[in-house]
């Protein structure tokens, strides 16, 4: 199967599933989430590692900044604090998991908050259904499988 597909899939059976910080398996923060899909397509960084670090490790050495599926929106003040990254359906929408925070370490909290794996806008001006904060985009060049 090729990256995008299992991406895709993998997208789709997180869908709804809470945000926990700091989580394991299923239930994630925004990172955990997209290293998750990044391991599942058979490519990933070497340990876990926070939305900044995953800017940093991506735009060291496979920056190619593209709206398109399966690249990796990060969001932020600047390229030097990234505070979440999601990943690109198409150049519009993006999933996430998001509507959490640091305090959201449990199921009860996540469900509060509403905070889980969603859709939503890449960028939204008006804040109602996407961030305001984006930096920028990167889609990986995976090194065992070609991403077309």
Not at 83 to 105: I, S
Request: proline share 6%; hydrophobic share 35%.
């Amino acid at each position: 199967m090729e990256p995008k597909q299992v991406i895709a899939q993998f997208l789709l059976s997180a869908c709804w599933n809470p945000y926990i910080f700091s989580g394991n398996g299923p239930w994630c923060d925004c990172s955990g989430f997209v290293i998750q899909g990044l391991r599942a397509a058979g490519e990933g960084p070497p340990r876990d590692m926070s939305a900044q670090e995953l800017y940093d490790y991506y735009a060291g050495f496979r920056l190619n900044s593209v709206r398109e599926f399966g690249a990796l929106s990060f969001y932020g003040s600047s390229r030097n604090t990234i505070t979440h990254v999601a990943w690109c359906l198409n150049p519009y929408q993006c999933v996430e998991a998001g509507g959490g925070d640091r305090t959201t370490t449990t199921f009860e909290a996540a469900q509060k908050r509403a905070a889980m794996v969603r859709v939503r806008l890449i960028e939204d001006p008006t804040g109602r259904d996407g961030r305001r904060d984006l930096i920028g985009l990167l889609l990986p060049v995976y090194n065992r499988f070609p991403m077309g």
